[in-house]
């Protein structure tokens, strides 16, 4: 079966840490650039990071530079988020998703999201 499978979210207070992951099942991660979104109440999907296929190229949105980081481990199939310093509008549900490049919007598989809430 084909799966994407986000883990890893959860309740931190401002300030504090998570990692995200994002594990391909039925088929080779590696194959595909990884892009992580996310989304918050209210609000529409936002991309967050994205990085190539060999891990060569790194892409993040102005609002997480500095503060998360993503990896790639294309022998695990699962790609990480570091995410550091987090802020209370961090809150929203985190996906991630397969392109074949990133900046595509063409997108082949998209996980169920990980709730990542930032609270005091």
């Known amino acids: 079966q084909v799966q994407l499978v986000e883990s890893g979210g959860g309740l931190v207070q401002p300030g504090g840490s998570l990692r995200l992951s994002c594990a391909a099942s039925?088929?080779?991660?590696?194959?595909?650039?990884i892009g992580w979104f996310r989304q918050a109440p209210g609000k529409e999907r936002e991309g967050v990071s994205c990085i190539s296929r060999s891990g060569g190229s790194i892409e993040y949105a102005d609002s997480v530079k500095g503060r998360f980081t993503i990896s790639r481990d294309n022998a695990k199939d699962t790609v990480y988020l570091q995410m550091n310093s987090l802020k209370p509008e961090d809150t929203a549900v985190y996906y991630c998703?397969?392109?074949?490049?990133?900046?595509?919007?063409?997108?082949?598989?998209w996980g169920q999201g990980t709730q990542v809430t930032v609270s005091s």
């Open positions: 039925g088929f080779t991660l590696g194959y595909y650039a």
């Open positions: 998703a397969t392109m074949g490049r990133c900046g595509s919007n063409r997108y082949n598989y």
